[in-house]
């Protein structure tokens, strides 16, 4: 069976106009997915396709509107971006090489570490740079280079070589020339800094700190920026300025003492004359931001590379779950009730139920499929584990199902699949506590043709109505269509969400909770109205 769109990693690549997002993109997909253009603002709306890519499998690639048009019809383009970041499972944040970092670019980052979305910064168009002129003549590091460097980086690595500190020129008369054994460089850029000394055979640097450095807000600054030296696979040495002057033959042995590859780790020179080693050791997992990336587009430097961090970032925040697998046994037997009434899609079972099926056969238990007049009969030859039924025939079941047997919704198990259930189950005791008046969104994150007794717009506003009693405004969107102020609304009725990814379902669920709206799916409403809700939530337990 095909994995479906809304089980694929969601790869949404941002930035701002004419930074090269299409272009990246059409790189990566080995396709003219989106169309490239000169001229800023070509890609008017998000694209997305569904594709399988090496080495990342089967994908959701999209593609987003520049951030920064500032016109009238491009707010509407940014506002449109911004809601693809309810779906985003990995984020690529696309800038300029020769433009560089803008505030529209430090934005999204922040938006994506609000959202805990995991995400890579890309500079794209790295042909068009170049590195700056280091000691031993030379420019750069090459076809080898991992890193490459604005204009503006290189002037001020070249200002600070040629403005040195006396510390600096003390401690470079004895790392120069290769006195120690390996090669040196000087104000090297690395990343978005400019480093002290690096030894590049064996990605050691050395930075020097004066007394500046202990003050409460630089040393915040020094540990961040180390932290993410050493997450790019560098070895950081932090040497006082006070023990250049004071020890230089100690500072000499210290960094003697340190020429082996990186493991990871800062080592830390005291200013009281003692070296303590691994006085810093990263072992916390990686964060979001997954590091930086120097790719182009146009000459394709990078993108295998752009690929592989992208497989990484997917397969470290993979979360193995499942529907119903995880609580079946081999032989065990499981009752799928299926309703096919004039609403049910011709020649086809829907996602949920195709879902569970696959599952249940993956666990090498049995599934038996029927309608509802024939589950009677089923129960008197065996005796299943679980029933479930498609919710709207709740009432129907209940009074067939023996209380033994634990009975359950498919809009029940995709509840707990995709969403947060603690937040629906007490969405779901809001039912009773509707007034006249009340306004009540009712929301499928599908497009299907709506039929006369459809489930979302007929059959759910009249079982509220009956239950409650109570004179209420409906209203009603699909598809993509969530509303950003939730505010008029007394109670939300959510589908079982299986056309949304978990992070889209899990994003509505938040913008509910975050604004004090209750939320509800259809499974748990109705057996909630059913006076089955416990009983339908006993398979959690």
């Keep these: ?38 001229i800023k603002g070509t890609t008017t709306d998000s694209v997305s396709k569904s594709m399988e890519i090496l080495p990342l499998g089967p994908v959701v690639i999209i593609d987003t509107a520049g951030v920064n048009d500032l016109s009238e019809l491009g707010e509407q383009r940014t506002q449109k971006t911004k809601e693809v970041l309810d779906k985003t499972d990995i984020a690529v944040l696309v800038i300029d090489s020769t433009v560089g970092e803008n505030e529209f670019d430090k934005n999204l980052i922040s938006e994506f570490e609000n959202r805990k979305i995991p995400y890579l910064v890309v500079w794209n168009k790295s042909d068009l740079i170049k590195s700056p002129p280091l000691e031993g003549g030379g420019r750069g590091w090459g076809k080898t280079a991992s890193h490459k460097f604005s204009k503006n980086i290189q002037s ?99 960094i003697k003492r340190n020429l082996t590859p990186p493991p990871n780790s800062a080592l830390i020179a005291r200013s009281d004359n003692t070296i303590i080693e691994n006085s810093y050791v990263r072992s916390t997992p990686l964060p979001q931001g997954a590091g930086e990336l120097y790719v182009s587009a146009l000459t394709g430097e990078g993108i295998n590379e752009l690929k592989e961090k992208i497989g990484h970032l997917i397969n470290d925040n993979k979360k193995e779950k499942f529907i119903i697998k995880d609580r079946l046994q081999t032989g065990d037997i499981v009752i799928m009730v299926i309703p096919i009434d004039e609403s049910a899609p011709k020649g086809r079972i829907i996602l949920p139920q195709q879902n569970t099926l696959r599952e249940i056969l993956d666990a090498h238990a049995t599934a038996i499929c029927c309608g509802v007049n ?30 033994n047997i634990i009975l359950t919704s498919f809009s029940i198990l995709m509840a707990n699949y995709k969403g947060e259930l603690d937040i629906l189950v007490n969405g779901a005791k809001k039912i009773s506590e509707l007034n006249d008046g009340d306004k009540v969104l009712i929301s499928e ?83 909630y109205m059913n006076g089955i809700l416990e009983r339908s939530l006993e398979i959690f337990e």
């Excluded at 129960?379 to 709740?394: C, E, G, N, R």
């Excluded at 059959?459 to 008029?488: A, H």
């Excluded at 509910?512 to 709206?517: G, L, S, Y």
């Design 374 to 403: 024939e589950l009677e009969d089923i129960l008197k030859k065996v005796t299943p584990k679980y029933v479930i039924t498609d919710s709207q025939a709740f009432n129907e079941v209940k009074k067939i199902v023996p209380e």
């Design 445 to 527: 994150g599908c497009t299907h043709h709506r039929q006369c007794n459809d489930i979302g717009t007929v059959k759910l506003p009249n079982w509220i109505k009956k239950y409650t009693n109570k004179n209420l405004d409906f209203e009603f969107t699909q598809g993509g269509e969530f509303p950003q102020d939730l505010s008029k609304f007394s109670l939300i009725v959510h589908c079982g969400g299986c056309m949304l990814n978990e992070a889209e379902m899990k994003s509505r669920l938040k913008k509910a909770n975050e604004q004090n709206i209750p939320i509800v799916n259809y499974g748990m409403a109705i057996a």
């Design 156 to 254: 001020n690595a070249i200002e600070l070589r040629n403005n040195a500190t006396k510390q600096e020129k003390k401690l470079w008369q004895y790392l120069n020339k290769s006195q120690l054994g390996y090669k040196f460089r000087r104000q090297q850029p690395i990343d978005k800094y400019i480093v002290d000394f690096f030894c590049p055979k064996l990605r050691l640097i050395i930075e020097l700190d004066g007394g500046q450095h202990n003050e409460e807000k630089n040393k915040n600054y020094d540990e961040n920026r180390t932290e993410i030296l050493n997450r790019l696979g560098y070895k950081v040495l932090r040497i006082w300025n006070n023990d250049i002057d004071k020890n230089i033959e100690g500072v000499i042995e210290y």
């Design 1 to 38: 069976m095909q994995l479906q769109k809304s089980e694929r990693p969601h790869i949404a690549f941002f930035g701002c106009t004419n930074s090269g997002k299409s272009s990246l993109v059409n790189a990566i997909v080995n396709q003219n997915l989106s169309i490239v253009s000169d």
